[in-house]
């Protein structure tokens, strides 16, 4: 035997001392206080902490711990496998995100109507523009006007 795999045989041992000492049932277990501990204390009460159970129970047991191991196993490769398939959110959410140019389509007009064909709006009026921005005014009839509360 090499090195290497004496080592894992050596550590395998020291993992498996401790489960062989506990089923062997010769473990005591002592009530100090809210603290439960294997070296007795003052006025600490030795505790039964044998399974009392029958072996159709125990096993009965085993096979259910063994289905729901099985079980969890399935739901995480389900979930895995739906996680997989959602695009990624690229945005924080509830923040709108804007369509790129290639989402905006050729028959609809222009959001900016400074840039829309003939410079004019939706109403079809001509719109006078400064610095890219539309300037608007009010209607003639509106000009001075103010309203009645």
Known sequence: MNLPSRFVVFSAVLLCLPLVALSAGNTKVYRCGQTYQQSPCPAGKEVNVADEREASQQAEAKKALASDRALARELEAERRQREKSVKPQTHAVGVP??????????????????????GKSGTGKKLKCVNGSPLYSAPADAVGKSSAR
């Open 97 to 118: 995100v804007s369509p790129g140019p290639a989402a905006q389509s050729a028959d609809k007009p222009s959001a900016d109507p400074c840039k829309s064909k003939g």
